[in-house]
């Protein structure tokens, strides 16, 4: 791993954004290089003033540094730096790509990448239609990019699993802050196929203010981004902004046109957005070079069921059981039974519908 302190010292320079970091790099190649170049090379950078060439000169690494480092190390994490053979190659080409990734588990470097955004509180349909749309993405060998929320993104992140790809989420938090709580065991799913990242600091807790930055990465590590179920004003809709500023495709899934959960979805078709109903309709828009790529991979054998999970997988029917009614029918620790749930839908037995209900799939064990 090359050396991080010259990139958290550089970035650690007040008035130093991720805009003016990527253009001093784009300059000098290296922080390192950065932080020893002359003050009157720094000057001639745009948007570096006086003030701020002086600070860079000032700047030395402090133990805090050292600290937060050596803490995500501990903690399994690793990094990956702008300059990185692993950094997402999509995502540095935007204007204001994070300079440092934190990472669990492990980046590929590849443009085939789709990410699939949208409401939280999604309906049935969004779920089930963003699943198989992920999937079949998926066995096309796309990596599936989301936010790990709840609702639409924790089905576009199944779906990925479900057909045997490599999915990534991004966080509006750093990484030892996993939100929502209930998505911890997916969290460890989708870091053993393929990565969680964050370019916020160990620590940082899943504000407001963060998701609009963590939105700009999910859209720029994309070829084009798939908006499930969107409101008028949808969260959403700013990755749909910032995917086509940052010349991406953007797609749109219709819902009804009497639910207000799709007036957002709508909205983009009417401005341009390409309407979806198939993973096909994705790739039709893709560069040529991409799609004739795509090959299906071999299906993996079914794991057999555990003790615990035959005892789920038998206490659920065809039709929708609320969570809390299995939790008093088996008898079990919700978060336990969280993680068999998951398990079960990962191996296709069992399908969640909106409100947290559950049922059994046609598939047999």
């Known amino acids: ?3 991080l302190l010259p990139w958290f010292t550089l970035k650690s320079v007040r008035g130093i ?25 720094l000057i001639m950078v745009d948007g570096l ?25 501990k903690k399994g994490f690793t990094f990956v730096t702008m300059t990185d053979p692993l950094y997402p190659p999509l995502l540095r080409e935007i204007p204001d790509p994070p300079p440092v990734l934190y990472v669990c588990g492990r980046l590929h470097p590849t443009r085939r990448a789709i990410s699939i955004v949208g409401s939280r509180n999604a309906t049935s349909y969004g779920i089930a239609t963003t699943k198989r749309i992920s999937k079949h993405l998926a066995e096309k060998q796309f990596v599936i990019i989301s936010g790990m929320a709840r609702g639409i993104d924790t089905a576009a992140h199944i779906g990925a699993l479900l057909g045997h790809g490599r999915t990534i989420a991004v966080l509006g938090s750093g990484l030892d802050r996993i939100y929502p709580a209930e998505n911890r065991k997916l969290f460890e799913k989708i870091a053993e196929n393929g990565a969680v990242v964050s370019e916020f600091p160990l620590g940082t807790e899943p504000e407001a203010h963060n998701f609009p930055a963590r939105n700009r990465i999910i859209s720029g590590i994309s070829l084009g981004t798939l908006i499930v179920e969107a409101t008028r004003k949808s969260g959403s809709l700013i990755t749909a902004r910032l995917a086509a500023e940052q010349n ?3 797609f749109a899934i219709p819902g009804s046109i009497h639910s207000f959960k799709s007036i957002g979805t709508h909205n ?18 893709l560069p040529i070079e991409i799609t004739d790529e795509t090959r299906l991979e071999e ?4 794991q057999p069921m555990s003790a615990d999970e035959t005892l789920v997988f038998q206490s659920l029917e065809p039709y929708p059981i609320h969570i809390d009614t299995l939790v008093r029918k088996v008898g079990m620790e919700p978060g336990k039974l969280s993680s068999i749930l998951l398990t079960l839908e990962l191996k296709g037995l069992v399908e969640q519908a909106a409100g947290k209900h559950f049922f059994l799939t046609n598939e047999t064990p």
Do not use: T
């Open 299 to 302: 299906p993996r054998a079914q």
């Open 268 to 285: 983009l078709i009417k401005q341009g957005a390409k309407l979806v109903e198939h993973a096909q309709d994705i790739l039709e828009e």
């Open 17 to 41: 954004g991720n805009h003016l970091f990527k253009r001093l790099i784009d300059r000098f190649q290296s922080p390192e290089q950065v932080l020893n170049a002359p003050y009157q090379e």
């Open 49 to 73: 003033n006086r003030r701020l060439a002086v600070a860079i000169k000032n700047k030395k690494p402090d133990g805090s540094i050292k600290r937060e480092i050596d803490l995500a190390l």
């Open 1 to 3: 791993m090359e050396n």
């Open 248 to 250: 991406r495709e953007v």
